[in-house]
């Protein structure tokens, strides 16, 4: 069902500046920049390898990652894993009694289609199933 880490989701107050650490420290070169309305958000990838990070600076205070900052603080968010076919992957977390947070997929930052399981099913970590082109 897996097929690979696809990303890191790191929440942060400011993007511009979260940024600057991974472009003048690292030296990591981003993927662009993206609104994504549905989740409140404003995302930067940064390709690493096989993978990406993924900075996550909320455009609502009561959005999703506002309210993650105000909870635990800025820092990673999520874990995201590539799955082929999304529909398929929650029908097999239905099955085995995990707790979802999307019942069904929705718009994800890339054109990703994308849907979370419930931290109190995975161990405290939140985990995104994202389905995307390759």
Do not use: C, W
Request: glycine share 10%.
């Amino acid at each position: 069902m897996v097929v690979k880490l696809d990303h890191i989701g790191i929440a942060v107050a400011d993007l511009d500046a979260a940024m600057k650490v991974y472009t003048d420290v690292l030296g990591l070169k981003s993927a662009g920049v993206e609104v994504v309305e549905e989740q409140k958000v404003r995302v930067a990838f940064f390709p690493v390898g096989d993978t990406e990070v993924e900075l996550l600076e909320s455009t609502d205070p009561e959005g999703p990652i506002a309210k993650h900052i105000e909870k635990r603080g800025e820092g990673v968010q999520h874990l995201a894993f590539r799955v082929d076919n999304i529909e398929a992957a929650l029908d097999e977390m239905r099955a085995k009694g995990i707790r979802l947070i999307d019942e069904k997929p929705r718009y994800g930052a890339g054109g990703a289609r994308i849907a979370f399981l419930h931290p109190k099913a995975t161990g405290g970590v939140l985990i995104e199933l994202s389905e995307r082109e390759a």
